[in-house]
């Protein structure tokens, strides 16, 4: 075996490793900054308010109630947006069941919505218990959509949105979502 003199390293493969992981490096930076890119984002805002003090909407991750509720989504033009779980759920907190009744009550800058659809699950996700739908030109609020909530159930919120054809950066728009109770 030939030993390698003190103090010289042979730089040839360091230097090509080197250059390797610096064209990845760019190459991956340029590739995020294309995905991230908001040249057809369009803000999509979920604002939902309504029902009681024993039904009311879950925010998962704390477990904290709330009356109103905003989620916000980018959408492209044609492109369908899907959140198979939102952030927020419908919480029964009484002792008894309740009736509820929710509804697409308002939209704004509606020609950027080609169509919205939320469903309202068990909380295990088998079983559809409401599910309203708007397509563009359509009336609002859309009808009323009831269900019974069982006593101490949580419910999940499924929402689908898809963009018109015409959306551009910087559109926005806002979904209100309206929930009463009677029972």
């Known amino acids: 075996m030939k030993s390698a003199k003190p103090g010289q390293l042979s730089t040839t493969p360091l230097l090509k ?4 992981l610096l ?4 190459t991956l930076g340029v590739a995020f900054l294309v ?9 999509f805002g979920l ?6 003090m024993n039904v009311r909407f879950i925010h998962w991750s704390d477990g904290t109630f709330s009356n109103t509720i905003s989620l916000d989504y980018n959408i492209y033009a044609d ?3 899907y959140d198979s779980n939102a952030t927020y759920g419908i919480a029964n907190t009484a002792g008894k069941a309740i009736t509820v009744s929710v509804r697409i009550g308002s939209i704004t800058n509606t020609g950027k919505v080609a169509n919205v659809t939320l469903t309202i699950l068990s909380q295990d996700g088998t079983q559809q218990v409401a599910r309203m739908s708007w397509t563009g030109g359509d009336a609002l609020p859309t009808p009323d959509q009831t269900f019974t909530a069982s006593a101490q159930t949580d419910y999940l919120i499924q929402i689908s949105i898809r963009g018109a054809s015409s959306v551009v950066a910087g559109d926005l728009a ?4 309206h929930m009463s109770t009677s029972g």
């Open 79 to 81: 492109v369908t947006t």
């Open 17 to 20: 490793i080197a250059q390797a």
């Open 174 to 177: 806002s979904i209100g979502l």
């Open 35 to 43: 995905y991230s890119s908001p040249l057809y984002a369009y803000d």
């Open 47 to 52: 604002n939902a308010s309504g029902a009681g």
């Open 23 to 26: 064209i990845v490096g760019v």
